[in-house]
């Protein structure tokens, strides 16, 4: 009997064992889990909190061209000529808000060659293309872009000159595409048209634009190369000299850009220059607590409210 107790007693020792071993295996299973729903808990708060702090921010970088709009509608009510030297064309200080700040920049873009001029109306326009192949030639790039960017546009289907390309070669590419055949919408489409590499696109970025309508270029803002290129008896040198003067004491109108020319007789057609602005570039940055949205816009001043022709909120 003594031996058959014994066993029992071990065998009642070893299950107190193996239950104590169980219980804890329990409790540290328990442990690891509340702990991971703890941290789970604390990501998903952080997570709601900083989609909160997005949207916050989004609204404020929305807000900013908000207020560029209401800048330019009062700029116009105040007068109908624009230069660098008003207010407007200053960079908006960082300006804080409830855990965050937002600052903003607005561009004059009137002041830069249209590229989508080269084509009117579905056709190519050999006074325009003659103008940008001048300013290409002053930036030192290829002339031939030019035909290339028409042909691009144009409603056809002919390769207008050497230099151009349409259909049949963006379709022998490994990647084919077609030709857009309507106007840019933004700069960035350039990268699909024959010859306008990265190095070619960087190069023109801060003498062009896309707008949407055939308008004269603002020569209270046309860099130096615009100017001669719009000028053909206009040297480089002479339109550098021009934006030298311009500072401080800008164009009022067409008949004194005329007179301030640097060589007396320079004919100038008046259809392609003004001294006011329909569009404008606005950029900005919007931040709350942790999250950053960068803005885009480019605004149409028409009637008394400018109108938002594109924009990005990212």
């Known amino acids: 009997m003594k031996k058959r107790e014994i066993k029992l007693a071990r065998g009642k020792a070893h299950q107190r064992g193996v239950a104590i071993i169980m219980v804890m295996l329990i409790v540290a299973m328990a442990t690891v889990l509340a702990s991971y729903l703890a941290q789970q808990q604390q990501l998903w708060q952080r997570q709601v909190e900083s989609q909160f702090d997005r949207a916050q921010a989004r609204r404020l970088g929305i807000a900013g061209i908000d207020w560029a709009r209401a800048v330019l509608a009062e700029d116009a009510r105040a007068n109908s000529v624009d230069h660098d030297g008003e207010m407007w064309t200053l960079r908006l200080p960082a300006m804080p ?94 990268s699909r048209i024959k010859g306008f590499d990265e190095r070619v696109i960087e190069r023109l970025r801060p003498f062009v634009s896309t707008l949407p309508l055939f308008l004269p270029v603002n020569a209270n803002f046309a860099p130096a190369e615009v100017l001669a290129a719009l ?72 009637g008394n409210w400018p109108t938002v022709v594109w924009q990005s909120v990212q």
Not at 104 to 133: K, M, W
């Open 97 to 190: 808000v409830d855990n965050g700040e937002v600052i903003g920049l607005i561009e004059d873009r009137q002041g830069r060659y249209n590229l989508n001029n080269l084509v009117r109306n579905g056709l190519s326009s050999a006074p325009d293309i003659e103008q940008f192949q001048r300013l290409l030639g002053l930036l030192g790039l290829n002339s031939e872009l030019a035909f290339a960017l028409a042909d691009w546009m144009d409603s056809d289907s002919e390769t207008a000159r050497q230099g151009g390309a349409e259909d049949s070669y963006y379709l022998s590419l490994p990647e084919p595409y077609r030709s857009a055949n309507h106007p840019l919408s933004e700069l960035g489409e350039l």
């Open 231 to 302: 000028i053909p008896e206009m040297s480089l040198s002479d339109a550098r000299i021009l934006v030298q003067q311009r500072r401080g004491h800008p164009f009022n109108n067409i008949i004194e850009f005329k007179q301030r020319l640097p060589r007396n007789g320079t004919q100038v057609n008046s259809q392609d220059f003004s001294v006011s602005s329909t569009f404008f570039w606005v950029t900005g940055r919007a931040s709350v607590a942790n999250s950053q949205v960068s803005t885009q816009a480019l605004l149409q001043r028409t």
